[in-house]
C-alpha cells in the first residue's frame, strides 16, 4: 500500500480525535463559563504581558521573578489610576444625575415634546407627570427586597472576582513557564512537539488581535473626542472620548456603557438639534465600527474574513455570554491555525485585499 494511503486513515483519526477534544472543552467551557471568567481574565493580561517580560530576562538579565514583579506592580498602578479617576471624576458626575433625574427626564421630555405637554392620539402627555412616574417606577424597583438581594449578591460576587483575578494574575505572572509546562504535559507525549508548534503559531496571531483592538480603541476616542468637542460641544469631551475609547475594547456591553453614559450628559443639555446630533453620531460609530472597521481590521490582523468576524462575536455572545463574545475571535484564530496544521495547509493564508477574500492556498511538500 503506498505510504500516502496508509497516512491518510491515521489523519482523520487525528482530526476526529481532535473534534472530541473540542467538543468536550467546549461542553465544559460553557457549563462553567462564570467560573472561567477570573482565569481567563488574568491569563489574557499575563499572556498580553509576556513579551515584555521575556524582554527584561533577556536584555536587562532580570530574574524572571523580579520582571513578573515589575510587570504586575504596574499592573496594580494602572489599576490604581482607574479607581481613583473614577472616584474623582465618574461617581460625582452620576450620583449628581442620580439626584437631579427627575428635572433632566422633564428638560428631556419637554425638549422631544416641543413644550410642556404633547397632545397625540386623542390624549394630553405631560412631561412633569411622566418625568414623576418613570422617576417613582424606578425607586420601587431599586426598592424591591429581591431585586436588593440579587444586586447584593452580585456585587459580592463582582467583588470577590475581581479579587480573585488580582491574586491570579500573581500567580500567571510569577509562574507562567511552569503553567505552560503543565499545560503541555497534559498533551500526549507523542504530540507535545507538534502541541509546541502550533502554540508558537498561535502566540503571533493572538498580539495581532490586540493590535486589531487597539486601533479601533483609537478610531473610537478620536471620533469621539472630535465629535463631543467640536460638534456637539459636550463638557469633559476629553474624558468622554477615553471613557468610550476604553470601553471598545469589551465586547457588547463596553459599547452599550458608553452610548448610555453618553445618553446622560446629553439628556442633561438636551436640545432637538443636540438629541438629533447625537443620534445620527451614535448610529454612524456604531455601523461604522461594528460592520466596516472591526470586521476588516480584525480580518485583516488575524487573516480571517469578516463574515466570520461578526459570525464568531455574534456565536460566541449567544453561547457563552461576555465571555464568549471576549475570546470568540481569538478563539476562532486559534481553530483556523489547528485546522491548517490537521489538513496539511498551515501556509495557507487568508488575504484580505479591496474589500474580498482571496485564498492563496500552498501545500506542504
Do not use: C
Not at 488574568?42 to 513579551?51: E, G, K, Q, S, V
Not at 473610537?220 to 476629553?238: C, D, E, K, N, R
Amino acid at each position: 500500500m503506498p505510504e500516502s494511503h496508509s497516512r491518510e486513515p491515521r489523519r482523520w483519526m487525528t482530526v476526529a480525535a481532535a473534534a472530541t477534544v473540542v467538543f468536550v472543552l467546549g461542553l465544559a467551557f460553557y457549563l462553567l463559563r462564570f467560573v472561567v471568567l477570573p482565569f481567563g481574565i488574568a491569563a489574557a493580561l499575563a499572556f498580553l504581558a509576556a513579551p515584555l517580560i521575556r524582554r527584561l530576562h533577556k536584555k536587562m538579565r532580570w530574574p524572571h521573578w523580579r520582571a513578573a514583579l515589575v510587570v504586575y506592580l504596574a499592573y496594580l498602578v494602572l489599576l490604581g489610576l482607574a479607581g481613583l479617576g473614577t472616584a474623582i471624576y465618574v461617581v460625582p458626575e452620576f450620583t449628581s444625575l442620580i439626584s437631579r433625574a427627575p428635572q433632566i427626564t422633564e428638560h428631556l421630555l419637554e425638549v422631544m415634546f416641543r413644550g410642556p405637554q404633547l397632545h397625540a392620539l386623542g390624549r394630553t402627555f405631560d412631561a412633569k407627570a411622566l418625568a414623576a412616574g418613570a422617576v417613582a417606577q424606578f425607586d420601587a424597583m431599586m426598592r424591591d427586597p429581591q431585586k436588593l438581594l440579587s444586586a447584593g449578591v452580585e456585587s459580592i460576587s463582582g467583588l470577590i472576582g475581581f479579587f480573585l483575578t488580582i491574586a491570579l494574575l500573581g500567580y500567571f505572572l510569577f509562574q507562567g513557564p511552569q503553567l505552560a509546562s503543565g499545560i503541555l504535559w497534559l498533551v500526549p507525549p507523542r504530540y507535545r512537539r507538534r502541541a509546541r508548534v502550533l502554540a508558537a503559531e498561535v502566540e503571533p496571531v493572538i498580539y495581532n488581535y490586540v493590535r486589531g483592538v487597539i486601533v479601533i480603541v483609537a478610531y473610537a476616542m478620536i471620533s469621539t473626542g472630535l465629535v463631543t468637542a467640536f460638534v456637539l460641544h459636550l463638557p469633559h469631551a476629553i474624558l468622554l472620548a477615553i471613557a468610550v475609547g476604553l470601553l471598545e475594547s469589551v465586547p457588547m456591553v463596553g459599547p452599550a456603557l458608553s452610548l448610555i453614559m453618553l445618553g446622560f450628559v446629553v439628556a442633561e443639555r438636551a436640545t432637538p438639534e443636540l438629541l438629533l446630533g447625537f443620534g445620527i453620531f451614535a448610529a454612524v460609530l456604531r455601523l461604522s465600527i461594528d460592520n466596516l472597521l472591526a470586521p476588516i481590521v480584525l480580518g485583516r490582523y488575524v487573516m480571517l474574513p469578516p463574515p466570520l468576524i461578526i459570525f464568531s462575536f455574534l456565536a460566541g455572545g449567544v453561547l457563552f455570554g461576555f465571555v464568549g463574545v471576549l475570546l470568540a475571535i481569538p478563539t476562532a484564530a486559534a481553530v483556523r491555525v489547528i485546522l491548517a496544521d490537521l489538513y496539511g495547509d498551515r501556509r495557507t493564508l487568508n488575504l484580505v485585499r479591496k474589500g474580498e477574500v482571496a485564498l492563496h492556498q500552498e501545500a506542504r511538500p
